[in-house]
């Protein structure tokens, strides 16, 4: 069945520091999500990207969607201790597919 | 925005008894809603597909008759629990998408802990 691979699976920054997590999908996708889960907490959706080769910024952090559409990244520039959390990209193989596959998520921790 | 309301967010119960999780779309209709299941730092396993009015769609692996679920309305879907063993304690989510296409993402439920004991 269809795979969704998260590294690494867990990473610790300081204050300040860049991080980022990279996706990988055994089948192409139509669209790729990237979602944010606090500890205690429930995932909350961040984006979507949709075309091949998409890059979108929020704020601080910026998502790649890679050209052959099995790939994405998020990059979190300057992380803040508010930026602590499982961060989940979560694909799909049609536009309106109802299936959201979950990758495994890597973990970040933010040290002041 | 669009806001799932998930009851109870935590309960413990007895093993052989039955639990029943609601998931409540408030201001939006959701003809279709997710159940997903989540170990402790793990990531989120598609349970089923609940569709308004006609029978849940299960994932490989998941027991329908174990894992019960009524999609009575567009805006309810329930989750039972059937006969509960300590192996079922874990985290649920129910999740909907606001709209017919994922432009808006999934809104999530705040989820409910299941402890068997």
């Given at each position: 069945g269809q795979?969704?691979?998260?590294?690494?699976?867990?990473?610790?920054?300081?204050?300040?520091?860049?991080?980022?997590?990279?996706?990988?999908?055994?089948?192409?996708?139509?669209?790729?999500?990237?979602?944010?889960?606090?500890?205690?907490?429930?995932?909350?959706?961040?984006?979507?990207?949709?075309?091949?080769?998409?890059?979108k910024k929020q704020k601080r952090l910026t998502f790649q969607f890679g050209e052959a559409k099995k790939n994405s990244s998020l990059h979190i520039t300057a992380t803040q201790t508010t930026d602590v959390g499982t961060y989940f990209c979560a694909g799909a193989r049609s536009y309106n597919t109802d299936k959201l596959i979950f990758g495994t998520g890597t973990r970040l921790q933010v040290f002041p | 925005g669009a806001v799932v309301s998930q009851h109870p967010s935590r309960v413990i119960c007895k093993s052989g008894t039955s639990v029943k999780i609601e998931c409540r779309s408030l201001d939006f209709q959701a003809t279709t809603m997710f159940w997903y299941?989540?170990?402790?730092?793990?990531?989120?396993?598609?349970?089923?597909?609940?569709?308004?009015?006609?029978?849940?769609?299960?994932?490989?692996?998941?027991?329908?008759?174990?894992?019960?679920?009524?999609?009575?309305?567009?805006?309810?879907?329930?989750?039972?629990?059937?006969?509960?063993?300590?192996?079922?304690?874990?985290?649920?989510?129910?999740?909907?998408r606001l709209g017919d296409d994922n432009y808006y993402g999934y809104t999530f439920g705040s989820g409910t802990r299941l402890t068997v004991v």
């Open positions: 795979q969704v691979m998260q590294i690494p699976q867990y990473q610790h920054v300081q204050e300040g520091e860049d991080f980022t997590t990279y996706c990988n999908s055994s089948t192409t996708l139509s669209n790729i999500q990237w979602y944010k889960q606090r500890p205690g907490g429930h995932p909350v959706f961040l984006i979507q990207l949709v075309k091949s080769g998409e890059v | 299941r989540q170990f402790p730092k793990q990531s989120l396993m598609l349970m089923a597909t609940s569709n308004e009015g006609s029978k849940a769609t299960y994932e490989q692996g998941v027991e329908k008759d174990k894992f019960l679920i009524n999609h009575a309305s567009l805006t309810l879907s329930t989750l039972t629990v059937t006969s509960a063993h300590p192996e079922d304690s874990s985290f649920y989510i129910c999740s909907a």
